[in-house]
């Protein structure tokens, strides 16, 4: 079954506004993956954290990793209608399977 | 480098039909795997391989095979088609346990 849970599922932010998206593990992760995807695209690599408690930066997008490694984050700052899509955290407990969560599909409203 | 290629782009099958999805990648990656995506499921892995001759199965294998006989490809195959495997499969490829990347889709309808 699910191992990742994701929230929201859907989450509507005027342009500017700041959105978050939160993933959670029943089981300690060995590291966690972020994708984007556009409306019919496919998953666009973001970042992979490792470290418990890493946090790391690109541009307006924040990425954090729980101390626990059984969570993470991913915060956009003043979002912009590029910004549009569905946020995929991807965690991998061992060995070599991912277990993806069920997206966060963002809307900007201009 | 052309990445991460699938055929085809779309098709529809009838139940029972059976069919090859194709993944090709170029980048030399020796980690490929299957997904289907289905609306509020996000993605589920069917099938993946860390090498050539070595496949295994992910969280929704059955009603699928995969064979890996080079580096470059990593062909899905749907035994008897049922209208419960109507999804969108990507093909993903990575080198170790990075970045994966992803092919453009392949919708599959089941009718």
């Known amino acids: 079954g699910q191992q990742v849970m994701q929230i929201p599922q859907y989450q509507h932010v005027q342009e500017g506004e700041d959105f978050t998206t939160y993933c959670n593990s029943s089981?300690?992760?060995?590291?966690i993956q972020w994708y984007k995807q556009r409306p019919g695209g496919h998953p666009v690599f973001l970042i992979q954290?490792?470290?418990?408690?890493e946090v790391k930066k690109q541009k307006r997008l924040t990425f954090q990793f729980g101390e626990a490694k059984k969570n993470s984050s991913l915060h956009i700052t003043a979002t912009q209608t590029t910004d549009v899509g569905t946020y995929f955290c991807?965690?991998?407990?061992?060995?070599?399977?991912?277990?993806f969560g069920t997206g966060t599909s963002l809307t900007v409203i201009p | 480098n052309a990445g991460v290629t699938q055929t085809p782009k779309f098709q529809v099958l009838k139940t029972g039909q059976s069919m090859t999805l194709q993944c090709a990648q170029d980048?030399?990656?020796?980690?490929m795997s299957w997904y289907r995506q289905d609306p509020g499921m996000g993605l589920r892995l069917i099938h993946y391989?860390?090498?050539?001759?070595?496949?295994d199965q992910g969280e929704v294998p059955n009603g699928y095979n995969v064979s890996r006989s080079t580096t470059e490809d990593f062909p899905l195959r749907l035994l008897s088609a049922a209208p419960s495997q109507t999804s969108v499969y990507f093909c993903?490829?990575?080198?170790?346990?990075?970045?994966?990347?992803f092919g453009p889709g392949t919708r599959l309808t089941v009718t």
């Open positions: 993903a490829s990575s080198s170790s346990r990075y970045e994966q990347y």
């Open positions: 089981t300690t992760l060995s590291n």
């Open positions: 954290l490792v470290k418990s408690g």
């Open positions: 991807a965690g991998r407990p061992t060995g070599n399977q991912f277990y």
């Open positions: 980048m030399n990656h020796e980690y």
């Open positions: 391989s860390v090498g050539a001759g070595i496949t």
